[in-house]
Structure formats: structure tokens, C-alpha cells
């Protein structure tokens, strides 16, 4: 069974950087059949699509976030990660990691809250 379980702090400071680690057991992040998903929520808002990791490493990136996000993996622990710099609060949402198999998301975190405040 596949499970992807996201870590990160409950609140942040503006302008800091929020860093978010998706933990996955029962499938491999260097398997060349999937990729490997960021994806948020805001509050009273849609799904935003934020940036993915392919097997090999590869990182495409949301175009009007890529400036202050980078997406990163340490395969020792079948880990992806994701850092958000220069956050506000409008980076205050529920964010999911997600595995991509073809052009869907088959399986999906149970999502963690971030709230941006002082």
C-alpha cells in the first residue's frame, strides 16, 4: 500500500522559509514510472499546483512560484522535500504531496496546515 505522509511546521514567520518533507513508504521515488507532486490549498480557495520531482531528479516548477521554490529529494529515506522562500500570509494554506502516475495524482498525502503569521 502506498502512503505519503507531508511534515512540516504548523506556523511560520513572514519572510522566513517554509520547508515541507513528504515521507513515502510502499513505493519508490526513483522508480521511472512517477513522478512526485507539491500541490496547496489556501483557505476558501483552490488547489495550486507548486512543483513535482521525477525519478531522475528532474524539477519543474509552478511559473509564478518559481522563484522562491526549489523541490529536493534524499532517496536514502524515500524522502521529497519542498522549501517556500520569503513567505506571507498568503502562503497560508493546507499543502499536499501527491505521487503522479501518467498525468494523475493516484495517491496523495493527507495534507498538513501552514499558517503564515506573526
Known amino acids: 500500500q502506498v502512503q505519503l505522509q507531508e511534515s512540516a511546521p504548523a506556523l511560520v514567520k513572514p519572510s522566513q522559509t517554509l520547508s515541507l518533507t513528504c515521507t513515502v513508504s510502499g513505493a519508490s521515488i526513483t522508480s521511472n514510472d512517477y513522478a512526485w507532486n507539491w500541490i496547496r490549498q489556501p483557505p476558501g480557495k483552490g488547489l495550486e499546483w507548486m512543483g513535482i520531482?521525477?525519478?531522475?531528479?528532474?524539477?519543474y516548477y509552478n511559473p509564478s512560484l518559481k522563484s522562491r521554490t526549489s523541490v529536493s529529494r534524499d532517496t536514502s529515506k524515500n524522502q521529497f522535500s519542498l522549501q517556500l522562500s520569503s513567505v506571507t500570509p498568503e502562503d497560508t494554506a493546507l499543502y499536499y504531496c501527491?505521487?503522479?502516475?501518467?498525468?494523475?495524482?493516484?495517491?496523495w498525502g493527507q495534507g498538513t496546515q501552514v499558517t503564515v503569521s506573526s
Open positions: 501527491t505521487r503522479v502516475s501518467y498525468v494523475s495524482c493516484d495517491y
Open positions: 520531482i521525477l525519478w531522475d531528479g528532474s524539477t
